[in-house]
């Protein structure tokens, strides 16, 4: 119980998107919130830095695709972010690049790709199924030991729901989702395609921050789930950190106290239930629940193991985040100048992943702990649509593994630097003499910075064995973790990552629902 | 048109599935002819004398997924198959090591406390887990797979039972069940074991017969398809047809033949013959033409659809769906005559291991990286294979003092990459000779003699083996087992109950659910949905045994 | 630590324990059994010469099979009261507990003694193999867990003369101890007051090399005592008169368990009286809970039958119609002189529902089966207990 005249009822440890959706909606409740950040600026893997005087870039995670338009509409977001759809160009090193643009695929000459409508045709029956999954995005996974009692064919409903929508597709569609959810996108792709920026594409948006190559079942799924609120790029103005921001504010506005600079040592737990929570700095602040956006490992320690069934402690401890991306930030000496792209299409989302074997072949390197010879980049270039003279690339360097052989150092992190540039200046030869500044983030180094687990930013595979009722562990997979009043709200918990905020808004609603604060 | 060549049901491929179909269909008292391309029966699974005195199974080895059931119900042992059990395996590292398995439970705790005290008891724990998954999918090999878009309560019912099994587990384990039908056979390995060669013992299962690396996630179901045989209710356990694997499908032809059934080999295929979409018969490449309202193919699908029938006369969706599905060659053969037995050095004296088989992979890592040579068109440089010394199990295979070794090899493509030109063409003589090159020096890791015990040795790509048996690419599974080909998806979403747009005509082989390995589920389950159609469906026994 | 140079090979028989030499001179029948891998002797010459001198004179069992982990380190005590469902800082140093531990979903994994060597040091004895468990448990935790089944081997000394053998081996030391008191009464030999017959009786412990000596000692003070060897037999039929329960026979140990639900809670064996809610988290608290406030779904008793025919495997009825349990353990009990038996019954028979038990028994006698239906009670004592095996100091009895 929050004791008499504490001041919170809940403290939520760690200030990412996600803990400050979960602060904001409980504080929309009435809830007396606090937000405790061990760093000093809030945002999590969302934030942004100045790279140059003036010219702020996103650190870690770039692009919104997957913001839930659910949790944007319930914390009042809708007006607050300035944010620029982005077109995605494919590049190829013959400069015949393709540029997708919603409905529009083309060289980005402007002719027309023969491909582009079977790329649609994939793409567009993808995300049709990816529409049917979203509503599960916002429901806490159902829970399978409701059985047949009248809350259990409750908690069946999203599932039924989803398996009525099914039918309604039709029999075709049906079978056809049935047949390709858990298959691979390689073959889905190139059943279909020849080999190609646009196999590529595919292949490299089901694999992004994935532990997985395109020949991995379960990678249409990860497509899918990006997939799950349209899937289109969108880039922040000010970068990421801007986004991280109206996230604080509406928290913030909802009553919530953000403090930074303070993290949890522990979290305060009598007779069962959490009673509060103790800072690095010793101070013990009593709440009637804590949430903990950190992962599932690092949370079940802020506890303490003690208060986890040992079945429990197997499982958290098996969760599998093997981080596989860096980000590189390049700071440019002048304007950028990509052979065979328009300066509108150099403000796009560019993706070297030029075919669909290129991106397993990057995967089957880094798998063993290796840099790839050729990773797969996702790179934008967000000072160009400002119309400043100072650039910088921000690029997200995929199938960079955290555990590399040898380790990280400053070696390994200039090897990345290199590689990046390298694998840039294959479609771009003028950026190697362009380079002013070059800012590498390991996966180590994101996960010293942020302590998404393994740099992983899903925290926790997005694998089909860490979905729903297993994510992101069998048995824990409802956010209360273990001990009465204690909550996951962070990526690691269902559904999963990406800067979409459902996973702390879910996790703020089932605390609300279980009644610990009554 | 002569009255002897018109039959009530025409099965085309006398593999153990179609064998299996048509001692059904015959003993329901359907006239049944069975038309097989070779001079004898069997399909994958024939005895053959390969070197004067030394007799071997062609392709398939042992058995284990032979349901139970369907040897009882069709009296097999009355024929002449005798299954005997077979015992032990060893695993060699590179590093020296070696991990054994014995019978006794103590006796194997102690081989694996030998090298990893700690891998102890968690080698009963996923032993436990394991079975758990074994006990939940019995029940569904001998029953059709739901199909989830039907109302029709054959398919309701189905799914409904499908249901309540899962229900019946318990949540805790419909969780754990949904881990491992989704895991990687490495990432499951990983959370059971430490020690590397303990891991590796047990990966093999996950990989033979696919296209999938022990890191891709699904392989731990195909490790489960490699555990939910029996022998003599013995769940998981492996068997060895006493005469080789051509034991098993001379019963099955001789059951047929005393159901009063026809075989007539030595002419393939040349097409079904198809009037006004329904089937009338066979027509043969030698020019014999059979008729019948019925046939069941026991080719793979790809084969049956896409090489046997006009495309004009099938609906365009199903033939682009037939052509997606996934068979793919990953897996070769070795074959050796022996002069004596070789030398195993590393093993210690105090035991007969040789009834067992033997592989020599030395981690995960080395299985992993043996597939990804295979998914650049690459054998791998380090095969992983699964050996066998059929002679030290039955005596009768090789001359005395002598013996036969058999090796399931993987991974070798179909389509060989040579100077970056992928084709089945690829594979001849100086191919073939490399790819075994390759395997007698991962045999050397653990038997150093063997290259100069060898008398003869026949090598068989996937390619050798889709040209002389017919499977496509060589698959010893008629198709992938991954879930987008598994129950209701198995072959084609909507066509998962043996049937095909054309009206008579039946897919029967393994290419159907519940999938293949020398199983004959699907051959019993097809003829199972073919009676039923033609309403007769009394006539077949009910299989599936209560599970206690 | 040094890595152990890996063996080349292992045993491929059931192993023979440090006391195998002595017990084979006196097994005349050559009647052995595995246990936990080791030989064990199944009886020696009779069993039921063996089962009297139990509750007559003393007897010598080599219990070396039982598995033995020792929890050594600063959170030992954490990580015993994590596994187990009483509270072990109760227990006080030099005191024995006996204990059950749980699943997360509160279902019996085991049950062993626990011996509470130090404050921060416990050597843990029971039946199944708990390494793993163990260092699962352990697992956060700052303590080391090995694995002693081979490293100490133990004789079990039971029986209404067991004392005056310990006195005749110039162990009289032992006379100040309690039931369930363990002390290390001679450098490299601990003893602990303990047994699973429910007579007089006492535990030693010992390192391999010393096994023979120590058979010899005891066994050479113990002739003028009637002392004899006892195999598995015997053990079986004193354990079942004095109401202790073996596992995988009486219950279904749950890890062992592919059908899960054959798995029982400590309330569903009649122990729930060890499960201590107040001593903060521990394995399967959780769902103990649940299960203590929705009730057992299974109690195991103990039967009183009519008749002289032990019910092995009899279906339990109620009323002569409804099958509603069965019988997990059964003998003829010649101390209590009663046909006793273990049974597992539904919920809530052998509860609430304890009138109109019936077994069904079946008798093979030279030929035919015979089928009787026999009255049984449900008693909640002990079938068979005796003052002096609590009795400080002991008497030569």
Same mark, same amino acid.
């Given at each position: 119980m929050a004791g008499e005249g504490s001041k919170f009822d809940v403290v939520i440890i760690g200030a990412g998107h996600n803990g400050l959706a979960a602060a904001a909606t409980l504080g929309k409740k009435g809830k007396r919130v606090l937000v405790l950040e061990r760093s000093g600026a809030i945002g999590g893997l969302a934030t942004s830095y100045e790279i140059s005087d003036g010219l702020p870039i996103s650190r870690h995670a770039h692009l919104a695709y997957n913001l839930n338009p659910t949790v944007i509409a319930e914390l009042g977001l809708s007006g607050k972010l300035s944010m620029r759809p982005l077109a995605t160009i494919m590049l190829s090193d013959d400069a015949r690049h393709v540029e997708i643009d919603g409905e529009t695929i083309r060289f980005a000459d402007g002719s027309a790709h023969p491909d582009g409508e079977a790329y649609k045709e994939i793409r567009n029956r993808i995300k049709k199924f990816a529409g049917l999954l979203a509503p599960l995005a916002l429901r806490s996974p159902p829970d399978p030991g409701?059985? &047949?009692? &009248?809350?259990?064919?409750?908690?069946?409903m999203p599932l039924a729901a989803l398996a009525l929508k099914l039918r309604l597709m039709g029999k075709k569609d049906m079978r056809d989702f049935l047949r390709i959810v858990l298959s691979n996108i390689y073959d889905l792709a190139l059943d279909d395609l020849p080999d190609g920026p646009l196999a590529g594409n595919l292949a490299a948006d089901a694999v992004w921050g994935a532990w997985a190559g395109p020949r991995s079942p379960g990678t249409v799924f990860s497509l899918m789930y990006r997939y799950g609120c349209g899937g289109a790029p969108l880039l922040p103005q000010g970068g990421m950190g801007a986004v991280a921001g109206a996230f604080a504010a509406a928290a913030r506005q909802a009553g919530a106290e953000i403090r930074t600079g303070v993290s949890a040592r522990r979290v305060l737990i009598a007779n069962d239930a959490v009673t509060g929570i103790e800072t690095d700095k010793g101070e013990k602040i009593s709440a009637g629940a804590v949430m903990s956006s950190a992962g599932a490992v690092q949370s079940m320690m802020l506890a303490g193991a003690e208060h986890f069934d040992v079945e429990a402690v197997r499982r958290i401890r098996n969760v599998r985040s093997k981080g596989m991306t860096a980000k590189v930030n390049i700071l440019l000496k002048r304007a950028p100048d990509i052979p065979g792209l328009s300066k509108e299409q150099m403000a796009g989302r560019l993706i070297a992943a030029p075919t669909a074997i290129y991106v397993e072949r990057a995967f089957t390197q880094a798998k063993y702990g290796e840099m790839p010879a050729a990773p797969i980049i996702e790179a934008v270039i967000p000072t160009l649509a400002d119309g400043g003279d100072r650039h910088a690339v921000s690029a997200i360097v995929h199938y960079i593994p955290r555990n590399l052989k040898g380790g990280w150092d400053d070696a390994a992190r200039a090897r990345l630097t290199g590689l990046t540039i390298d694998t840039l200046a294959r479609y771009w030869p003028d950026l190697r003499d362009n380079v002013e500044r070059v800012d590498a983030f390991s996966p180590a180094d994101i996960e010293n910075e942020t302590a998404a687990p393994g740099g992983h930013w899903h925290h926790a595979e997005l694998s089909i064995d860490q979905l729903l009722t297993v994510r992101p562990v069998n048995q824990l997979s409802r956010y209360a973790f273990a001990v009465r009043g204690f909550y996951l709200c962070g990526a690691s918990a269902h559904p999963g990552g990406d800067v979409s905020g459902a996973a702390g808004r879910n996790s703020a609603l089932q605390l609300l629902n279980d009644g610990v604060l009554a | 048109m002569d009255k002897q060549d018109s039959y009530d049901a025409i099965v085309v491929g006398a593999g153990h599935n179609g064998l299996t179909a048509a001692c059904y269909l015959a003993k329901a008292g359907l006239k049944t002819l069975i038309v097989e391309k070779n001079e004898q029966i069997g399909g994958a699974a024939v005895s053959t004398e390969m070197y004067k005195g030394w007799i071997y199974s062609n392709c398939s080895y042992v058995c284990s997924l032979l349901r139970q059931e369907i040897i009882r119900d069709l009296e097999l042992p009355k024929f002449g198959l005798q299954v005997v059990p077979y015992r032990g395996r060893v695993t060699f590292s590179d590093k020296g090591e070696y991990l054994a398995s014995y019978d006794d439970a103590h006796v194997k705790r102690r081989e694996v406390g030998r090298i990893s005290p700690i891998d102890v008891d968690a080698y009963d724990r996923y032993y436990q887990l394991v079975m758990r998954q074994c006990r939940f999918i019995r029940p569904f090999l001998l029953r059709r797979a739901p199909d989830p878009t039907s109302m029709k309560p054959r398919d309701v019912g189905e799914l409904m039972f499908l249901i309540k099994r899962i229900y019946d587990i318990g949540p805790r384990d419909v969780g754990e069940m949904i881990r491992f039908w989704t895991m990687s056979i490495g990432d499951f390995l990983d959370e059971h074991f430490e020690h590397e060669l303990v891991k590796a013992s047990m990966a093999g299962s996950g990989i033979i017969g696919t296209g999938l690396g022990v890191y891709s996630p699904g392989t731990a179901y195909v490790l489960l398809h490699h555990y939910m045989g029996d022998v003599d209710g013995s769940m998981g356990a492996w068997g060895f047809a006493r005469? $080789?694997?051509?034991?098993?499908?001379?019963?099955? #032809? $001789?059951?047929?033949?005393?159901?009063? #059934?026809?075989?007539?080999?030595?002419?393939?295929?040349?097409?079904?013959?198809?009037?006004?979409?329904?089937?009338?018969?066979?027509?043969?490449?030698?020019?014999?033409?059979?008729?019948?309202?019925?046939? $069941?193919? /026991?080719?793979?699908?790809?084969?049956? !659809?896409?090489?046997? !029938?006009?495309?004009?006369?099938?609906?365009?969706?199903?033939?682009?769906?037939?052509?997606?599905?996934? !068979?793919?060659?990953?897996?070769?053969?070795? /074959?050796?005559?022996?002069?004596?037995?070789p030398s195993f050095p590393l093993l210690p004296e105090n035991g007969d291991y040789f009834t067992g088989d033997f592989s020599c992979n030395t981690s995960l890592e080395t299985l992993e990286r043996a597939y990804d040579d295979w998914k650049e068109g690459r054998w791998s440089a380090k095969p992983y294979f699964d050996m066998l010394i059929p002679s030290k199990i039955d005596p009768t295979l090789a001359p005395p003092g002598s013996h036969m070794m058999s090796l399931f090899i993987q991974y070798a493509p179909y389509d060989l990459n040579v100077n970056g030109v992928r084709s089945a063409d690829n594979w001849n003589d100086e191919t073939r000779k490399a790819f075994a090159d390759a395997v007698f020096d991962r045999i050397e890791v653990c038997c150093p003699d063997i290259r100069q015990r060898v008398l003869h040795a026949e090598v068989r790509s996937p390619a050798d083996i889709e040209r002389e048996v017919g499977l496509t690419e060589g698959n010893i599974f008629q198709g992938e087992l991954t879930f987008d080909q598994l129950l209701f998806n198995r072959p084609i979403p909507g066509y998962a109950q043996y049937s095909t747009p054309i009206d008579g005509l039946y897919i029967v082989g393994s290419s159907t659910h519940p999938g293949g390995g020398v199983m004959a589920a699907p051959g019993a389950n097809a003829a199972r949905e073919i009676l039923r159609r033609n309403g007769k469906g009394d006539l077949m026994p009910a299989l599936a045994e209560e599970e206690i | 630590m040094m890595k152990a140079q890996t063996p080349r090979s292992v045993t491929r028989t059931l192993a023979p324990t440090p006391f195998h030499d002595r017990l084979a001179e006196l097994n005349f029948l050559n009647s052995w059994r595995g246990w936990n891998g080791f030989l064990s002797a199944e009886v020696f010459e009779c069993s039921e010469k063996e089962y009297f001198a139990i509750r007559n004179q003393a007897t010598l069992m080599d219990i070396s099979p039982m598995c033995k982990y020792r929890i050594c380190g600063p959170d030992a005590t954490r990580i015993v009261n994590r596994l187990i469902v009483r509270d072990i800082r109760k227990v006080k140093v030099g005191r024995v507990a006996y204990a059950m531990w749980c699943d997360e979903e509160g279902m019996t994994i085991d049950d062993g003694t626990i011996f509470r060597l130090g404050e921060d040091e416990y050597l843990l004895l029971c039946a199944k193999h708990m390494y793993l468990w163990l260092h699962e448990c352990a697992w956060g935790f700052d303590a080391a867990i090995t694995d002693e089944t081979e490293a100490l081997c133990a004789l079990s000394l039971q029986g209404p003369t067991a004392f005056s053998v310990l006195k005749a081996a110039g162990l009289e030391g032992a006379a100040s101890m309690k039931p369930f008191d363990t002390r290390e009464i001679e450098p490299g030999l601990r003893i602990s007051r303990t047994g699973y017959t429910g007579d007089l009786g006492y535990e030693l412990f010992t390192a391999p090399e010393n096994a023979h000596s120590l058979w010899d000692r005891l066994w050479s003070a113990g002739r003028q005592w009637g002392i004899c060897p006892t195999g598995m037999e015997a053990l079986n039929l004193a354990r079942l008169e004095t109401g202790f329960l073996a596992p995988g026979v009486d219950f279904q140990p749950v890890h062992l368990a592919l059908r899960r639900g054959r798995g029982r809670t400590p309330f569903e064996l009649g122990f729930g009286r060890l499960v201590d809610f107040d001593k903060g988290h521990f394995n399967g608290r959780r769902a103990l809970l649940e299960h203590k406030a929705r009730g057992p779904r299974y109690h195991l008793v103990r039967l009183d039958i009519e008749g002289k025919e032990p019910a092995a495997n009899a279906y339990v009825y109620h009323n002569g119609s409804k099958v509603v349990g069965h019988v997990t353990s059964a003998a003829w009990s010649p101390t209590a002189k009663r046909n006793i038996a273990f049974a597992e019954l539904e919920a809530p028979y052998g509860g609430a529902v304890r009138d109109g038990l019936f077994a069904e028994i079946f008798i093979y006698k030279e030929g035919a089966w015979l089928k009787r239906n026999k009255k049984a009670k449900v008693v909640d004592e002990p079938f068979y207990r005796n003052a002096r095996a609590r009795q400080t100091p002991p008497n030569a009895f």
């Amino acid at each position: 119980m929050a004791g008499e005249g504490s001041k919170f009822d809940v403290v939520i440890i760690g200030a990412g998107h996600n803990g400050l959706a979960a602060a904001a909606t409980l504080g929309k409740k009435g809830k007396r919130v606090l937000v405790l950040e061990r760093s000093g600026a809030i945002g999590g893997l969302a934030t942004s830095y100045e790279i140059s005087d003036g010219l702020p870039i996103s650190r870690h995670a770039h692009l919104a695709y997957n913001l839930n338009p659910t949790v944007i509409a319930e914390l009042g977001l809708s007006g607050k972010l300035s944010m620029r759809p982005l077109a995605t160009i494919m590049l190829s090193d013959d400069a015949r690049h393709v540029e997708i643009d919603g409905e529009t695929i083309r060289f980005a000459d402007g002719s027309a790709h023969p491909d582009g409508e079977a790329y649609k045709e994939i793409r567009n029956r993808i995300k049709k199924f990816a529409g049917l999954l979203a509503p599960l995005a916002l429901r806490s996974p159902p829970d399978p030991g409701g059985g &047949l009692s &009248l809350a259990g064919a409750g908690e069946a409903m999203p599932l039924a729901a989803l398996a009525l929508k099914l039918r309604l597709m039709g029999k075709k569609d049906m079978r056809d989702f049935l047949r390709i959810v858990l298959s691979n996108i390689y073959d889905l792709a190139l059943d279909d395609l020849p080999d190609g920026p646009l196999a590529g594409n595919l292949a490299a948006d089901a694999v992004w921050g994935a532990w997985a190559g395109p020949r991995s079942p379960g990678t249409v799924f990860s497509l899918m789930y990006r997939y799950g609120c349209g899937g289109a790029p969108l880039l922040p103005q000010g970068g990421m950190g801007a986004v991280a921001g109206a996230f604080a504010a509406a928290a913030r506005q909802a009553g919530a106290e953000i403090r930074t600079g303070v993290s949890a040592r522990r979290v305060l737990i009598a007779n069962d239930a959490v009673t509060g929570i103790e800072t690095d700095k010793g101070e013990k602040i009593s709440a009637g629940a804590v949430m903990s956006s950190a992962g599932a490992v690092q949370s079940m320690m802020l506890a303490g193991a003690e208060h986890f069934d040992v079945e429990a402690v197997r499982r958290i401890r098996n969760v599998r985040s093997k981080g596989m991306t860096a980000k590189v930030n390049i700071l440019l000496k002048r304007a950028p100048d990509i052979p065979g792209l328009s300066k509108e299409q150099m403000a796009g989302r560019l993706i070297a992943a030029p075919t669909a074997i290129y991106v397993e072949r990057a995967f089957t390197q880094a798998k063993y702990g290796e840099m790839p010879a050729a990773p797969i980049i996702e790179a934008v270039i967000p000072t160009l649509a400002d119309g400043g003279d100072r650039h910088a690339v921000s690029a997200i360097v995929h199938y960079i593994p955290r555990n590399l052989k040898g380790g990280w150092d400053d070696a390994a992190r200039a090897r990345l630097t290199g590689l990046t540039i390298d694998t840039l200046a294959r479609y771009w030869p003028d950026l190697r003499d362009n380079v002013e500044r070059v800012d590498a983030f390991s996966p180590a180094d994101i996960e010293n910075e942020t302590a998404a687990p393994g740099g992983h930013w899903h925290h926790a595979e997005l694998s089909i064995d860490q979905l729903l009722t297993v994510r992101p562990v069998n048995q824990l997979s409802r956010y209360a973790f273990a001990v009465r009043g204690f909550y996951l709200c962070g990526a690691s918990a269902h559904p999963g990552g990406d800067v979409s905020g459902a996973a702390g808004r879910n996790s703020a609603l089932q605390l609300l629902n279980d009644g610990v604060l009554a | 048109m002569d009255k002897q060549d018109s039959y009530d049901a025409i099965v085309v491929g006398a593999g153990h599935n179609g064998l299996t179909a048509a001692c059904y269909l015959a003993k329901a008292g359907l006239k049944t002819l069975i038309v097989e391309k070779n001079e004898q029966i069997g399909g994958a699974a024939v005895s053959t004398e390969m070197y004067k005195g030394w007799i071997y199974s062609n392709c398939s080895y042992v058995c284990s997924l032979l349901r139970q059931e369907i040897i009882r119900d069709l009296e097999l042992p009355k024929f002449g198959l005798q299954v005997v059990p077979y015992r032990g395996r060893v695993t060699f590292s590179d590093k020296g090591e070696y991990l054994a398995s014995y019978d006794d439970a103590h006796v194997k705790r102690r081989e694996v406390g030998r090298i990893s005290p700690i891998d102890v008891d968690a080698y009963d724990r996923y032993y436990q887990l394991v079975m758990r998954q074994c006990r939940f999918i019995r029940p569904f090999l001998l029953r059709r797979a739901p199909d989830p878009t039907s109302m029709k309560p054959r398919d309701v019912g189905e799914l409904m039972f499908l249901i309540k099994r899962i229900y019946d587990i318990g949540p805790r384990d419909v969780g754990e069940m949904i881990r491992f039908w989704t895991m990687s056979i490495g990432d499951f390995l990983d959370e059971h074991f430490e020690h590397e060669l303990v891991k590796a013992s047990m990966a093999g299962s996950g990989i033979i017969g696919t296209g999938l690396g022990v890191y891709s996630p699904g392989t731990a179901y195909v490790l489960l398809h490699h555990y939910m045989g029996d022998v003599d209710g013995s769940m998981g356990a492996w068997g060895f047809a006493r005469g $080789a694997m051509g034991a098993v499908t001379k019963a099955l #032809g $001789a059951a047929f033949e005393s159901a009063g #059934g026809v075989i007539k080999t030595g002419s393939g295929l040349s097409e079904f013959i198809i009037e006004n979409e329904k089937v009338r018969g066979v027509a043969l490449e030698n020019g014999d033409e059979y008729r019948a309202p019925i046939v $069941a193919s /026991n080719l793979d699908v790809k084969r049956t !659809i896409l090489k046997h !029938i006009g495309r004009e006369k099938l609906p365009p969706e199903y033939v682009r769906a037939v052509e997606r599905f996934k !068979i793919r060659g990953s897996s070769g053969k070795l /074959n050796l005559a022996l002069d004596k037995m070789p030398s195993f050095p590393l093993l210690p004296e105090n035991g007969d291991y040789f009834t067992g088989d033997f592989s020599c992979n030395t981690s995960l890592e080395t299985l992993e990286r043996a597939y990804d040579d295979w998914k650049e068109g690459r054998w791998s440089a380090k095969p992983y294979f699964d050996m066998l010394i059929p002679s030290k199990i039955d005596p009768t295979l090789a001359p005395p003092g002598s013996h036969m070794m058999s090796l399931f090899i993987q991974y070798a493509p179909y389509d060989l990459n040579v100077n970056g030109v992928r084709s089945a063409d690829n594979w001849n003589d100086e191919t073939r000779k490399a790819f075994a090159d390759a395997v007698f020096d991962r045999i050397e890791v653990c038997c150093p003699d063997i290259r100069q015990r060898v008398l003869h040795a026949e090598v068989r790509s996937p390619a050798d083996i889709e040209r002389e048996v017919g499977l496509t690419e060589g698959n010893i599974f008629q198709g992938e087992l991954t879930f987008d080909q598994l129950l209701f998806n198995r072959p084609i979403p909507g066509y998962a109950q043996y049937s095909t747009p054309i009206d008579g005509l039946y897919i029967v082989g393994s290419s159907t659910h519940p999938g293949g390995g020398v199983m004959a589920a699907p051959g019993a389950n097809a003829a199972r949905e073919i009676l039923r159609r033609n309403g007769k469906g009394d006539l077949m026994p009910a299989l599936a045994e209560e599970e206690i | 630590m040094m890595k152990a140079q890996t063996p080349r090979s292992v045993t491929r028989t059931l192993a023979p324990t440090p006391f195998h030499d002595r017990l084979a001179e006196l097994n005349f029948l050559n009647s052995w059994r595995g246990w936990n891998g080791f030989l064990s002797a199944e009886v020696f010459e009779c069993s039921e010469k063996e089962y009297f001198a139990i509750r007559n004179q003393a007897t010598l069992m080599d219990i070396s099979p039982m598995c033995k982990y020792r929890i050594c380190g600063p959170d030992a005590t954490r990580i015993v009261n994590r596994l187990i469902v009483r509270d072990i800082r109760k227990v006080k140093v030099g005191r024995v507990a006996y204990a059950m531990w749980c699943d997360e979903e509160g279902m019996t994994i085991d049950d062993g003694t626990i011996f509470r060597l130090g404050e921060d040091e416990y050597l843990l004895l029971c039946a199944k193999h708990m390494y793993l468990w163990l260092h699962e448990c352990a697992w956060g935790f700052d303590a080391a867990i090995t694995d002693e089944t081979e490293a100490l081997c133990a004789l079990s000394l039971q029986g209404p003369t067991a004392f005056s053998v310990l006195k005749a081996a110039g162990l009289e030391g032992a006379a100040s101890m309690k039931p369930f008191d363990t002390r290390e009464i001679e450098p490299g030999l601990r003893i602990s007051r303990t047994g699973y017959t429910g007579d007089l009786g006492y535990e030693l412990f010992t390192a391999p090399e010393n096994a023979h000596s120590l058979w010899d000692r005891l066994w050479s003070a113990g002739r003028q005592w009637g002392i004899c060897p006892t195999g598995m037999e015997a053990l079986n039929l004193a354990r079942l008169e004095t109401g202790f329960l073996a596992p995988g026979v009486d219950f279904q140990p749950v890890h062992l368990a592919l059908r899960r639900g054959r798995g029982r809670t400590p309330f569903e064996l009649g122990f729930g009286r060890l499960v201590d809610f107040d001593k903060g988290h521990f394995n399967g608290r959780r769902a103990l809970l649940e299960h203590k406030a929705r009730g057992p779904r299974y109690h195991l008793v103990r039967l009183d039958i009519e008749g002289k025919e032990p019910a092995a495997n009899a279906y339990v009825y109620h009323n002569g119609s409804k099958v509603v349990g069965h019988v997990t353990s059964a003998a003829w009990s010649p101390t209590a002189k009663r046909n006793i038996a273990f049974a597992e019954l539904e919920a809530p028979y052998g509860g609430a529902v304890r009138d109109g038990l019936f077994a069904e028994i079946f008798i093979y006698k030279e030929g035919a089966w015979l089928k009787r239906n026999k009255k049984a009670k449900v008693v909640d004592e002990p079938f068979y207990r005796n003052a002096r095996a609590r009795q400080t100091p002991p008497n030569a009895f």
